[in-house]
């Protein structure tokens, strides 16, 4: 069976990796959230898990590959995105409690190595924060083994897989926050099962998403992200300019690069549209004019 299809059954009778964060938020609040309550509804089945795609970048799963390769010279008996589950935890909760970890390695002597591959632009610290819970989820499941990050740096991806860029790193951390947090949101599940229900609605939430879509939105908030950088450096060096421009009575710098040029400090009128409309309704209804907008995507960072 196709890996991705397994991961897709197994998420219908139980939680795995993915859910960790949302599970350690219901953690910290001591109730469902509206998401917690959407993906308890397509765990008891009340509702189905809508189906989604599109033409999502294939960088990711091109690296795991090539990493795959590069681990199994070193681990031979490595498996890919193995369905491993916590046989106590999924007791005490009564619903599996598993993951798929990219890539688990167990040796003739029973050592477990763990690995999870991660392709950002961001550095490995800032990696292992926002993945903080997935590893301490990886941890919970398989406490004696071993959990590496397998991070790729995608800064300057010119689509040449490059080995040098890949670095593996043990995580050591000992997750105590994120784990009581995490138990004590899969404890608030079970506790709300027995008189659980749901109204349906047109959202979305990212448990919805095939892997490869979520994949994607990671790389598309990675760049949103290094977006949001550059324009803030954009930004302070538009005002050291002006500051020296002023300071020097400069009106413009020329380059071969781009041409920088000072604008003078305007006085502009503007049109109070809001107090025309409260003092002359029937003048505002009647050039009103209705005109059809397309339809368009809205991102917001959280």
Same mark, same amino acid.
């Given at each position: ?63 795991e590959v090539l990493i795959y390769e ?56 800032? &990696? =292992?924060? %926002? ?12 406490? !004696?083994?071993?959990?590496? +990050? @397998? ?36 404890k608030v599940i079970k506790e709300s ?61 020329d380059n071969e690069l781009f041409k920088? &040029? =000072?604008? %003078? ?12 409309? !409260?003092?002359?309704?029937? +003048? @505002? ?18």
């Amino acid at each position: 069976m196709d890996y991705k299809q397994e991961i897709i059954e197994s998420r219908q009778k139980g939680f795995g990796s993915s859910d960790a964060k949302l599970i350690a938020s219901i953690g910290r609040l001591n109730k469902l959230n509206s998401t917690g309550k959407r993906r308890i509804a397509q765990f008891l089945g009340l509702i189905e898990r809508k189906q989604f795609s599109t033409s999502a970048t294939d960088l990711g799963d091109n690296i795991e590959v090539l990493i795959y390769e590069i681990l199994s010279e070193t681990y031979p008996r490595l498996e890919s995105n193995p369905f491993r589950k916590n046989e106590k935890l999924s007791k005490t909760f009564g619903f599996d409690v598993f993951n798929h970890i990219d890539y688990r390695n167990e040796d003739e002597q029973g050592n477990v190595f763990c690995f999870e591959c991660k392709a950002t632009i961001k550095n490995i610290e800032d &990696t =292992l924060n %926002d993945y903080s819970y997935q590893f301490a989820w990886h941890k919970m499941i398989e406490p !004696e083994s071993k959990l590496f +990050l @397998v991070h790729y740096d995608t800064n300057d991806y010119n689509g040449v897989l490059q080995p040098e860029k890949i670095s593996v790193i043990e995580v050591k951390n000992k997750f105590k926050v994120e784990l009581s947090e995490i138990k004590n949101g899969l404890k608030v599940i079970k506790e709300s099962i027995p008189d659980f229900t749901f109204e349906e609605n047109d959202e979305l939430i990212s448990t919805d998403l095939p892997e490869e879509v979520k994949k994607e939105l990671s790389v598309i908030d990675e760049y949103l992200t290094k977006i949001e950088q550059m324009q803030s450096e954009i930004n302070e060096f538009k005002d050291r300019m002006l500051h020296n421009m002023l300071k020097n009575n400069v009106k413009s710098i020329d380059n071969e690069l781009f041409k920088i &040029t =000072l604008v %003078d400090e305007t006085e502009t009128s503007t049109f109070d549209s809001k107090k025309f409309k !409260e003092e002359h309704p029937r +003048l @505002v209804k009647k050039y009103l004019k209705t005109n059809k907008k397309k339809a368009y995507i809205k991102i917001s960072k959280h």
